[in-house]
């Protein structure tokens, strides 16, 4: 079947899902496992199939370790350090922008690397890795900033801030107006790494003056503490986060915003109205232009991706620690497992390549349920979305090796004269109106910026009902619906999901079906 999408400045994956049986396995198991070495004594056994969590690199050193399995280095990983910001009626030294900066000499990059991690990372800067395809971009910005562990400087910038509010340090700990400075730093104790760089943080802000209250706890209490909690009500100050991948991307629009900037809904606050909110307008709009394509050139994006990098850095709410080369284990039983760049054997390619022995697939996984299992702004955490990915095709999808979009359920040709030309909409195509609640055609001299052609494939649901195109304009409606607000109390409206619609649906213009 085919389908026009007229859309301005960007091309965009249809966020349809479709599901057909297609593998060369009958059935997939994930069995939850969360100490890693039991699971690989279960994957040596011949009891698990692979397992989709690291193992640590001490388990993995010799020949007499390896025999009987296949081990894959995965570099799609990453440790960050989430900052509060917040300002509220208890003071909050972190609400001021150079003390956060400081952070990056009070952190020992290189230990986290070389000790934490055995060697198998390296350090970061920004949300771009070594391996991003985006770094070579960045690279002269990066060094600019010249960060090296550096505790006296670190020490001498947070001194001079906390003295220019008013601070005063007495028997070596920091007070403001008579009260003492204690800050609440929640360390994932779930994972050794992330355990450590709590404990050595810590230390390294208890030695330059702060009373550290250490709250340790798992995933499922940081959607609570950390991300579903009032900034403003400082029930923690630091986050040790750690980030997976589910894949390699050529051009990343999403990173940079994910990352740094407050309309993504991914920054303290969460863009929840009822809380305190980091803001930034200018990081805003530099990310926004990125992720929709609202650019004329490789030199202008690559110049908005320099700002917006640098911006991130400058401000350090989130601030990033090292990448980190992951080691995942599966049998030797098993063959065609692919090792993806950036997501390692978690891709949703291996469940569909992977052949055995055996009709069913048997998969480890460290968690079942950490977030939300709701496709809509949900599986937000790596844990969930390593089974989710494997339950439907999307339109398309990032090659796991080249990062470049590749068709699963749709093929395309894109018309496009550059950024100035505009292509003429048929007088029949449709688009939601959202006053009336209904579809209407565009009529006469409409104008988009891009005209590409779907030539969709169909098939059936998971409950045997026919596709067809209503499920196609559906996710359209929806996004075009919950991307906008109306008005005040709007229905259709949600303050975390609605900012990521409402820049899709900015593309989307004109849709026709033939």
């Known amino acids: 079947m085919k389908f026009w999408l007229v859309i301005i400045l960007a091309t965009i994956a249809l966020p349809v899902a479709f599901a057909e049986k297609g593998t060369f396995v009958d059935q997939i198991q994930f069995i939850q496992y969360l100490d890693e070495n039991t699971a690989l ?72 690397v070389n000790e934490l991690i055995g060697g198998y990372g390296r350090t970061m800067i920004s949300n771009y890795g070594m391996f991003a395809a985006g770094y070579l971009t960045i690279i ?80 499922n209490k940081a959607f609570v503490v950390v991300y579903g909690s009032n900034p403003a009500d400082q029930k923690w100050h630091l986050y040790t986060e750690g980030w997976g991948s589910s894949g390699f991307s050529k051009y990343d629009s999403v990173g940079l915003a994910q990352m740094y900037s407050p309309w993504f809904s ?93 009709d069913s697939l048997v998969v480890g996984v460290k968690q079942i349920y950490q977030g939300s299992w709701n496709p809509i702004g949900g599986f937000t955490d790596t844990y969930s ?33 550059g950024s100035q030309e505009k292509i003429l909409v048929p007088n029949d195509a449709v688009t939601w109106d959202i006053g009336s609640q209904s579809w209407k055609k565009v009529g006469a001299n409409k104008e988009a910026t891009s005209k590409i052609t779907f030539d969709l494939i169909l098939g059936n649901w998971h409950n045997e009902q026919s596709m067809d195109m209503n499920d196609i304009l559906h996710s359209i409606y929806f996004l075009l619906e919950w991307g906008s607000e109306r008005h005040e109390g709007d229905n259709t409206y949600d303050s975390v999901y609605s900012p990521q619609g409402c820049a899709k649906c900015q593309n989307v213009n004109r849709n026709k079906a033939n």
């Open 385 to 417: 979305n390593q089974v989710w990915l494997n339950l439907y095709d999307p339109a398309a999808f990032s090659h796991p090796y080249t990062g470049e979009t590749i068709p699963v359920r749709t093929e395309w040709q894109v018309e496009n004269f």
């Open 266 to 358: 991914n920054m303290p606050g969460n863009n929840d109205p009822s809380y305190w909110n980091y803001e930034n307008d200018y990081l805003d709009s530099i990310t926004k232009k990125i992720y929709t394509g609202d650019f004329t050139s490789a030199e202008e994006r690559s110049s908005l991706i320099e700002k917006a990098t640098i911006e991130g850095v400058s401000e350090s709410v989130r601030i990033f620690l090292a990448s980190k080369t992951d080691q995942f284990v599966a049998s030797n039983d098993i063959d065609g497992v692919i090792n993806a760049l950036g997501a390692g054997i978690t891709t949703r390619f291996t469940p569909i390549n992977v052949t055995s022995d055996n």
């Open 140 to 219: 002269d910005e990066i060094e600019s900033f010249h960060f090296k562990y550096n505790p006296s400087l670190a020490s001498q910038i947070i001194t001079e801030e906390l003295e220019n509010v008013g601070a005063e340090k007495i028997d070596n700990y920091w007070y403001y107006d008579g009260k003492q400075i204690e800050i609440t730093f929640f360390i994932r104790s779930d994972d050794p790494v992330r355990k450590s760089i709590g404990e050595i943080l810590s230390s390294e802000l208890e030695n330059v003056g702060f009373k550290v209250k250490k709250d340790f706890g798992d995933l």
């Open 41 to 112: 004594e279960e994957v040596r056994n011949g009891n698990l199939d692979m397992y989709y969590f690291r193992i640590s690199s001490d388990r993995l050193e010799t020949e007499k370790d390896r025999d009987g399995i296949q081990v894959f280095d995965s570099t799609g990983g990453s440790y960050s350090i989430l900052l509060n910001p917040s300002v509220s009626e208890d003071f909050n030294p972190f609400s001021i922008s150079e003390l956060r900066f400081a952070l990056n000499h009070l952190v020992d990059r290189n230990l986290i």
